[in-house]
């Protein structure tokens, strides 16, 4: 079937106002990139557009020599398997429960869920709880603390409750326990949302920095973002007390360069997971 005039013009405008959007996406990645690898003096006179220029290396050899940042980095790799991994199973069963309309007190569960979106405890008592419970310098001050995110948790009951109930019905009918319909029915049909809630815990709690940076005081304890954000501070004053050369080049694009450091590895895992994402977040946002 032949596309009418209209319909072609629409696909055109369509394909140049997406490419525009790709455009402007793209543009501060790419000069993010391209300050990593610049000359000092080029990017504080502002001409780093697209492509390198005075082509340098120094703050990445400084910030890949150093042990600690190693150190940090794997720390930040076990906290957030860890972390998503415990949030994925709190959330992911809350959200079932909550996704059967026959559950008692299921309005107060939701309730209950939805008031953390807008009310908390505050800084300092959370600081005196974490304290109290003998979580700092631990693993679980970061994990524990933001294990369920609320609006993952929505998301996913409202993709639970568009799930067909006579799967379940059949599946009881066969002698399947209510946890071995949620491994063996729910969660084989549940991919798209269950990569999209992977997506976003894992993004949370890689770029997650401020629990660490109150509840740790150790230095082989932090986690990379902590590390990067206190070599900005230092790199920053060192340069304005009057440092040499490298320190200059370093404090001139080491905000660069930590970016490009911590967002390579989300890059890295987006591909395996986009293809979900879209039907994830449609089917878990819109009821059937």
Request: glycine share 6%.
């Amino acid at each position: 079937m032949r596309s009418s005039r209209g319909e072609g013009i629409f696909q055109v405008v369509n394909v140049v106002i997406l490419l525009g959007v790709v455009a402007v996406t793209l543009y501060p990645f790419l000069n993010i990139i391209a300050q990593s690898f610049s000359g000092e003096s080029f990017i504080r006179a502002g001409e780093v557009n697209l492509w390198p220029r005075g082509f340098n290396t120094t703050t990445y050899q400084l910030v890949l020599s150093d042990s600690m940042f190693w150190t940090n980095y794997k720390n930040t790799v076990v906290y957030t398997v860890v972390a998503t991994a415990i949030a994925m199973v709190l959330t992911t069963c809350y959200a079932y429960v909550l996704s059967k309309k026959k559950v008692r007190g299921r309005n107060v569960l939701i309730g209950i869920a939805v008031f953390t979106m807008f009310f908390n405890g505050g800084l300092i008592p959370n600081y005196v709880l974490i304290s109290s419970l003998g979580m700092t310098n631990s693993l679980w001050a970061i994990v524990l603390p933001n294990a369920i995110s609320v609006f993952n948790l929505l998301v996913m009951k409202s993709f639970f409750e568009n799930l067909p109930e006579e799967l379940e019905e059949a599946a009881q009918i066969d002698g399947l326990s209510t946890f071995g319909i949620l491994f063996r029915i729910v969660l084989p049909l549940s991919k798209a949302v269950m990569a999209t809630m992977v997506l976003f815990y894992a993004v949370a709690f890689w770029n997650s920095w401020f629990q660490a940076f109150l509840y740790m005081d150790r230095a082989d304890l932090f986690p990379v973002t902590v590390y990067l954000r206190n070599l900005i501070a230092g790199a920053t004053t060192a340069a304005s007390s009057g440092g040499g050369n490298d320190l200059a080049q370093v404090a001139s694009n080491i905000q660069s360069v930590t970016m490009v450091l911590t967002v390579l590895p989300i890059l890295c895992l987006y591909p395996f997971v986009q293809r979900h994402f879209v039907s994830g977040i449609m089917l878990g946002s819109v009821k059937g």
